[in-house]
């Protein structure tokens, strides 16, 4: 039977011990399987990826919780197109804003077209970039849903009484030091395991909110799961070369402060244009509309809704 809620509830501790307990038991028998048979964790990261995914599902099962009320819909169609084309312009302000600092210099040796057996030129760059974003919705949006039907989908619908901004910060805490057994086994950070878990773990608290912001518009959690999926296909092109690990790793990349610093500006963007309403009707609530009432202020808290303002 499926239990039915409203926006005013609180947060359901039971279950979400469940959702974290079964998440933490999966990441670490996944860590020690894979360290005792002797497998590099990071080539079967793809396998990891679905350890929310299916903490998310167990909690919501076990408990009748509607998979559609968490967000496993359509919703609204038009979003998931620009959940695919989005990523573009944010990792090309990334590479961008990577180029003005000294030391990183542009890799012109890069020829993304000859990965696709493809000729050189613009022309078929542009048509390698849009074969990127083809296999980064389809078949890298696939791996990332097994991570965001359990942080876009159940953790945030049942962190929606904490609001947008806290209910992102949780989540985002929780997505990085999740990433924590890969990033020490050398994803990202190579030459920085620890620092890198740390580096990561601010990384993730910058994006969470553009990833929040997606999903309550779209009322999905489906184009949380496409943007991931293209953010990671076309965050490959790395353009930006340098062969300091500090500045490839640390300053100069997706996940160092040049990321940080352009998601942050993202987020200041979500918060000046008005932040949407973020309920546990999220999946059902209108939040496009210009009704100023359907915007989140910066500074009151709606004790009605439960919702952080």
Same mark, same amino acid.
């Given at each position: 039977?499926?239990?039915?809620?409203?926006a005013?509830?609180?947060i359901?501790?039971?279950?979400?011990?469940?959702f974290?307990?079964?998440?933490?038991?999966?990441?670490l028998?996944f860590?020690s399987?894979?360290?005792?048979?002797g497998?590099d964790i990071v080539?079967?990261?793809p396998?990891?990826?679905?350890?929310p995914?299916?903490?998310?599902?167990?909690?919501c099962?076990h408990?009748?919780?509607?998979?559609?009320?968490v967000?496993l819909?359509?919703?609204r169609q038009r979003w998931?197109?620009?959940?695919?084309i989005?990523?573009?312009?944010?990792?090309?302000a990334?590479?961008a804003?990577?180029?003005?600092?000294p030391?990183?210099?542009?890799?012109?040796?890069?020829?993304l077209p000859?990965?696709?057996?493809?000729?050189?030129?613009?022309?078929w760059?542009?048509?390698?970039?849009?074969g990127?974003? @083809? &296999?980064?919705a389809? #078949?890298?949006? =696939?791996l990332?849903f /097994?991570?965001?039907f359990?942080w876009r989908?159940? +953790?945030?619908?049942?962190?929606a009484?904490?609001?947008f901004?806290k209910?992102s910060?949780?989540i985002?805490a929780?997505w990085?030091?999740?990433h924590?057994p890969?990033?020490?086994?050398?994803h990202?950070?190579?030459s920085f395991?620890v620092?890198?878990v740390?580096?990561?773990?601010?990384?993730?608290?910058?994006m969470?909110p553009l990833f929040t912001?997606l999903?309550?518009?779209?009322q999905?959690?489906l184009?949380?799961?496409?943007?991931h @999926? &293209?953010f990671?296909? #076309?965050?490959? =092109?790395?353009y930006? /070369?340098?062969?300091?690990?500090?500045?490839?790793? +640390?300053v100069?990349?997706?996940?160092g402060i040049?990321?940080?610093s352009?998601l942050t500006?993202?987020t200041?963007?979500?918060?000046i244009t008005?932040?949407?309403?973020l309920?546990?009707?999220?999946?059902?609530?209108?939040t496009?509309?210009?009704?100023p009432?359907l915007s989140v202020?910066?500074?009151?808290?709606d004790t009605?809704?439960?919702?952080?303002?």
């Amino acid at each position: 039977m499926v239990r039915t809620t409203s926006a005013t509830e609180t947060i359901n501790t039971r279950n979400l011990a469940e959702f974290l307990g079964i998440l933490t038991t999966l990441v670490l028998g996944f860590s020690s399987i894979t360290y005792l048979a002797g497998i590099d964790i990071v080539a079967v990261g793809p396998l990891y990826m679905f350890t929310p995914a299916i903490a998310g599902l167990i909690v919501c099962l076990h408990n009748g919780l509607s998979l559609s009320r968490v967000g496993l819909r359509i919703g609204r169609q038009r979003w998931l197109v620009l959940a695919a084309i989005l990523p573009l312009p944010v990792v090309g302000a990334i590479t961008a804003l990577s180029l003005g600092v000294p030391g990183v210099t542009f890799d012109s040796s890069l020829n993304l077209p000859a990965h696709f057996g493809l000729p050189s030129g613009p022309f078929w760059t542009l048509v390698a970039l849009s074969g990127m974003v @083809g &296999v980064g919705a389809t #078949v890298n949006g =696939v791996l990332a849903f /097994g991570e965001e039907f359990g942080w876009r989908g159940y +953790l945030l619908w049942e962190l929606a009484p904490l609001g947008f901004w806290k209910a992102s910060l949780v989540i985002g805490a929780v997505w990085g030091i999740w990433h924590a057994p890969l990033i020490i086994a050398g994803h990202n950070y190579p030459s920085f395991p620890v620092i890198g878990v740390f580096a990561f773990t601010i990384t993730c608290i910058a994006m969470a909110p553009l990833f929040t912001y997606l999903v309550v518009r779209s009322q999905s959690v489906l184009p949380a799961a496409i943007f991931h @999926g &293209v953010f990671n296909a #076309v965050g490959l =092109v790395g353009y930006a /070369g340098t062969d300091n690990p500090v500045l490839r790793q +640390l300053v100069a990349s997706e996940g160092g402060i040049i990321g940080v610093s352009v998601l942050t500006l993202i987020t200041l963007g979500i918060a000046i244009t008005g932040t949407p309403r973020l309920t546990r009707d999220f999946t059902t609530t209108t939040t496009e509309s210009h009704d100023p009432r359907l915007s989140v202020p910066n500074s009151t808290t709606d004790t009605q809704s439960g919702t952080e303002h």
